[in-house]
């Protein structure tokens, strides 16, 4: 059974197929988001609910300039944690880095010289904290031989991520007619780096660094602002605007915010301020359930028992406006029927939380329980209500395709 569109079979059909809705708060009429722009581009999340704060047009493609600098950096992150490449790993900087990205070229590099010899640890930072062009291609260049094949590996890595819409064609963030990307992606990935590699994340928020006797400031504006800003990276190019992906931390509180599309790079440093100033502000947390808590039930196919309960690792927060009532839904989705046997601690579903018109929240269900293969007397009786009740599952989601 394929996953349907979840909104109209919850209202008519329920947990027949594969949706559920839980209520929470009052059943108010959903608001408008409050908060007004000028990024065409936008989404701010809080990093430990993973909960939406705001969002205009994030699944939007569009070019990530030096942002795609943010997945070259992970590439590097992952080398090293895994013990493939060390700080002290040394990579020459060819004339093509030292050309097409580095002082020839007019772009922001860290002006390494050509058939130089540079630590991965200084490469780092001048891709980090000077957005070096040169420093980004050295690193793909001593990764995978050529630019165009560690392009290949940012594809790979990315869907390995679960960003499934991006699309990266060099490691540097120039102009490039299929490379695109979608603000929520970024955000991902940046909260993907930022719980993986916390040591290492540290350096996105390093104020400046010198290299071949040139010093340079980060160009991360937050960073010089009073708002507890700590990483991450902005980009520009004609085909972009002006973008940023941003994080701070407030009183104990991350959120994350990626804009794209800015027309100048005052307009990126005040509205990022103003997006995260507001985000930190005009919140506050609810808990739907807490970690390990039964969320819910599913039912089960051919198992020794007819249902399923399910948990979540972590609490299930929202965060909603401060002060204010709204209305809060939570559905679980999975793809069914689902089928034994099924293994404790197994992703079999996700819950879905929105507050208001916004997709609020979305993590995965764990199986809080192991489920059998049952004998076959359980599973022929499974099998006839199959039968009986497929064919509404068809003939339903052939009405939802059209609707």
């Given at each position: ?239 972009s605007g002006y973008g940023l992906v941003a994080s701070a931390v407030q009183n104990g509180q991350r959120l994350i915010l990626a804009v794209n599309g800015l027309k100048s790079s005052k307009d990126r440093a005040n509205e990022t301020r103003k997006l995260l100033e507001w985000g930190f502000r005009a919140f506050e947390s609810r808990q739907l359930f807490d970690k390990g808590q039964v969320v819910g039930e599913i039912p089960v196919y051919g198992g020794d028992r007819r249902s399923l309960p399910l948990v979540a690792k972590k609490p299930v927060r929202v965060l909603v406006n401060r002060g204010e009532e709204e209305r809060v839904t939570a559905r679980i ?71």
């Amino acid at each position: 059974m394929r996953q349907f569109h979840i909104r109209q079979i919850a209202i008519t059909l329920g947990l027949l197929f594969s949706a559920m809705t839980l209520a929470a708060g009052l059943p108010q009429a959903a608001r408008a988001q409050n908060f007004q722009t000028l990024a065409p581009t936008a989404v701010l999340i809080d990093a430990d609910s993973e909960a939406v704060l705001f969002e205009k047009n994030a699944d939007e493609l569009v070019a990530p300039a030096s942002m795609a600098k943010i997945m070259t950096v992970e590439i590097v992150f992952n080398e090293l944690k895994n013990g493939r490449l060390t700080m002290d790993t040394e990579f020459t900087v060819s004339e093509n880095a030292w050309r097409t990205g580095g002082a020839a070229s007019g772009g922001s590099a860290m002006f390494a010289k050509v058939n130089s010899s540079v630590r991965v640890e200084d490469l780092l930072r001048g891709i980090i904290v000077q957005s070096g062009n040169d420093a980004a291609i050295a690193i793909a260049e001593g990764l995978s031989g050529t630019e165009e094949n560690f392009a290949r590996r940012m594809n790979q890595r990315a869907k390995e991520l679960g960003l499934t819409q991006s699309t990266f064609r060099n490691a540097t963030g120039y102009g490039h007619p299929e490379q695109k990307v979608t603000v929520r992606e970024l955000a991902k990935l940046a909260l993907h780096i930022i719980e993986t590699y916390p040591d290492l994340y540290q350096i996105f928020a390093e104020r400046e660094f010198t290299w071949n006797k040139i010093r340079q400031q980060n160009r991360n504006p937050l960073l010089a602002m009073d708002i507890g800003a700590d990483g991450l990276k902005t980009g520009h190019i004609n085909e972009s605007g002006y973008g940023l992906v941003a994080s701070a931390v407030q009183n104990g509180q991350r959120l994350i915010l990626a804009v794209n599309g800015l027309k100048s790079s005052k307009d990126r440093a005040n509205e990022t301020r103003k997006l995260l100033e507001w985000g930190f502000r005009a919140f506050e947390s609810r808990q739907l359930f807490d970690k390990g808590q039964v969320v819910g039930e599913i039912p089960v196919y051919g198992g020794d028992r007819r249902s399923l309960p399910l948990v979540a690792k972590k609490p299930v927060r929202v965060l909603v406006n401060r002060g204010e009532e709204e209305r809060v839904t939570a559905r679980i989705v999975y793809t069914g029927p689902l089928k034994a046997p099924i293994q404790k601690g197994t992703e079999v579903a996700r819950i879905q939380v929105d507050r208001g018109d916004t997709r609020a929240l979305e993590m995965p269900l764990y199986a809080d329980g192991d489920v059998q293969v049952g004998t076959l007397s359980q599973r022929a009786l499974d099998g006839l209500l199959e039968m009986s009740t497929g064919w509404v599952r068809r003939a339903f989601s052939s009405v939802v395709d059209n609707i």
